[in-house]
T-cell receptor
């Protein structure tokens, strides 16, 4: 089982749709959680950190469920510019620092 | 603007010919990371420096080495590149390794092997 798993998609949605991504992690020692977006042939860019209380940034909402070991990202009112790959990232301490990326979920937003 | 800068953006080398990729940062971050990312795959951490302390991932091949001569610069050396080493190499930094410390990425260097 992979340490960080995401639905690879792709998700194909029309503009204005609401779309949700989930990410599960296997190691309960995981401490920090992030969502990054990566455009084709570009570097990952931090979208938002994920906190236990949940957090929102405009159209984006991230939530963490430690008991079930998953995090989620909700995008409301999708824009064409939201088309990208969304990467779930987990930092953990297991005898040393470790950072693990999920394989990413591909999103296509169509007009 | 403070940033993470990787040079070159594109690098072509011959099979077996050593190559060095460079990364510099103006963020004054303590931690610098090197990742390898192949097409349609997640970035894979090769190693990281916490200040001068080098931390190698267990499955990073010996062919990959790194140097951090000072806080601002970090280099990735590939001693004998093979065809399987063609990939995007990403450098990232973070202030620390503690909880809630996001990583900031450079634009990457795309490495091709002839």
């Amino acid at each position: 089982r992979k340490e960080v798993e995401q639905d690879p998609g792709p998700f194909n949605v029309p503009e204005g749709a609401t779309v949700a991504f989930n990410c599960t992690y296997s190691n309960s020692a995981s401490q920090s959680f992030f969502w990054y977006r990566q455009d084709c042939r570009k570097e990952p860019k931090l979208l938002m950190s994920v906190y236990s209380s949940g957090n929102e940034d405009g159209r984006f909402t991230a939530q963490l469920n430690r008991a079930s070991q998953y995090i989620s990202l909700l995008i409301r009112d999708s824009k064409l510019s939201d088309s990208a790959t969304y990467l779930c990232v987990v930092n953990m301490y297991t005898g040393g620092f470790k950072t693990i990326f999920g394989a990413g979920t591909r999103l296509f937003v169509k007009a | 603007d403070a940033m993470v800068i990787q040079n070159p953006r594109y690098q072509v080398t011959q099979f077996g010919k050593p190559v060095t990729l460079s990364c510099s940062q103006t963020l004054n971050h303590n931690v610098m990371y090197w990742y390898q990312q192949k097409s349609s795959q997640a970035p894979k951490l090769l190693f990281h420096y916490y200040d001068k302390d080098f931390n190698n991932e267990a499955d990073t091949p010996d062919n990959f080495q790194s140097r951090r001569p000072n806080t601002s610069f970090c280099f990735l050396d590939i001693r004998s590149p093979g065809l399987g080493d063609a990939a995007m190499y990403l450098c990232a930094t973070s202030m620390d390794r503690g909880p809630g410390q996001p990583q900031h990425f450079g634009d990457g260097t795309r490495l091709s092997i002839l």
